[in-house]
């Protein structure tokens, strides 16, 4: 924390002594300024933005779950399809949007899709590892007692893998508004990205500088309720640390 205030008050400094022009940084006081001017119109844009970014989220779970299953449970699949997830990541989202754009629109549908394509890689991968790394003498040990692999699944992988599970997710939440955004720039009606690409064109970079703020303020939000649900999701974790 004490390092964003000074970074803050240098920044202030820079603006003051006229170091760097103002129509090219605006001072944190312009910044905030705008931040709080623009807030009513910048609530309206972050619902748009968070309701995509919450919807391809989910689908990206929904997704990295699936995959992560069935490539621990068959083991060609993970042979040939994880070469083919890890491409998918290689393949910069600017370049996928446009193409998503044309051919599903400017509504919601393409930036869910978008969304979806770059959270499903942290948790298909968080629980893929987890799965993998279950304690061998406790799998053997329910598989001489007769349990099968549904079993074994629910009792040891499920809950070994949630820690690799939640690291994951908070990859993937930062990534989710991160995403939405940079899908709102190139086709939408609303949103954040939809405003910066307004204000940008105004160059209101006081009220740019005012979005960028507020998109990572809502990714330090979303980590930190990812924190809140792991602790709750995994009280054994606080008990062997005590």
Known sequence: MSAVIVLIVLWQAVCSLGIVDSFMLPSPVSVISALISELPVLAQHSLVTLAEAFIGLLCGITLGFVIAVLMDRFEPLYRAFYPLIVITQTV???????????WFGYEMMPKIILITVTTFFPIA?????GF???DKDSVNLLRAMGAGENHIFRHIKLPGALPQFFSGLRISASYAVVG????????????????M???KKAYSFDK??????????????LMKLVDLIHKKATPWERSQKK
């Open 125 to 129: 991968v968080g629980l893929l590892e």
């Open 132 to 134: 993998r790394s279950s």
């Open 180 to 195: 939405a955004v940079i899908s709102e720039w190139l086709g939408g009606f609303s949103g954040l990205g939809v405003y």
């Open 197 to 199: 690409t307004r204000v």
């Open 92 to 102: 910069p989202t600017v370049a996928i949007a446009p193409l998503l754009v044309l």
């Open 208 to 221: 740019m500088f005012a979005v960028i703020i507020l998109i990572s303020v809502i990714s330090l939000l």
